[in-house]
Antibody, heavy 120, light 107 residues
Framework: EVQLLESGGGLLQPGGSLRLSCVAS????????MTWVRQTPGKGLEWVSA???????YYADSVTGRFTVARDNSKNTLFLQMNSLRVEDTAIYYC??????????????WGIGTTVTVSS | DIEMTQSPSTLSASVGDRVTITCRAS??????LAWYQQKAGKAPKVLIY???ILESGVPSRFSGSGSGTEFTLTISSLQPDDFATYYC?????????FGQGTKVEIK
């Protein structure tokens, strides 16, 4: 069974840093792009970042320069390093598997999410 | 970025009704469109990709159509399990964007 399990969420103050992890199982991790999508309380979905199978990275304008996505293929793990956090970064962060390695891909499997709360 | 606009924002319907949700893109997305279903407290689940292809395991009462900038998700006969929020998403560019969602409520 394909599974994604996020961890690392928490409560922190503005300006702080946090690293999210997502452990993948049940599929060949190296063969697929991976993404991070967030959802603010009571609101919709916002794509945050993506990394192809070849480690090319992409970021939403709202997080460029503050967030860094990375993958450790030896551990089937996806990461999101979040720095200079703002109140508006408060959200549930989902890890999602891309449907392909590169190119036009949608999110075909999602984790259960991990909550990040930024508040003073 | 490509903006995705869904309508309506909320839809009240009864079991057995035919339901249609519309999604418009601010520019052509070459049919790179997916639909997701999200239930309260759960992660989204993909229903349809590339405008009209049903994801494995998704009931055939769900269908998608459209082209260019206008797309629809249709549920042919609404079932109790279908009351949820639905999102469209474009994946034409390396800046994925979602619609704001359509909540399907019990009438």
């Amino acid at each position: 069974e394909v599974q994604l399990l996020e961890s690392g969420g928490g409560l922190l103050q503005p300006g702080g840093s946090l690293r999210l992890s997502c452990v993948a199982s049940g599929f060949s991790f190296t063969r697929y792009a991976m993404t991070w999508v967030r959802q603010t309380p009571g609101k919709g979905l916002e794509w945050v970042s993506a990394i192809t199978s070849g480690a090319t990275t992409y970021y939403a304008d709202s997080v460029t320069g503050r967030f860094t996505v990375a993958r450790d293929n030896s551990k089937n793990t996806l990461f999101l390093q979040m720095n200079s956090l703002r109140v508006e970064d408060t959200a549930i962060y989902y890890c999602a598997k891309g449907s392909m390695a590169v190119g036009h891909y949608y999110m075909d499997v999602w984790g259960i999410g991990t909550t990040v709360t930024v508040s003073s | 970025d490509i903006e995705m606009t869904q309508s309506p924002s909320t839809l009240s319907a009864s079991v057995g009704d035919r339901v249609t949700i519309t999604c418009r893109a601010s520019q052509s997305i070459n049919n790179w469109l997916a639909w997701y279903q999200q239930k309260a407290g759960k992660a989204p689940k993909v229903l349809i990709y590339q405008t009209s292809i049903l994801e494995s395991g998704v009931p055939s009462r769900f269908s998608g159509s459209g082209s260019g900038t206008e797309f629809t998700l249709t549920i042919s006969s609404l079932q109790p399990d279908d009351f949820a929020t639905y999102y469209c998403q474009q994946y034409n560019s390396y800046s994925w964007t979602f619609g704001q969602g359509t909540k399907v409520e019990i009438k």
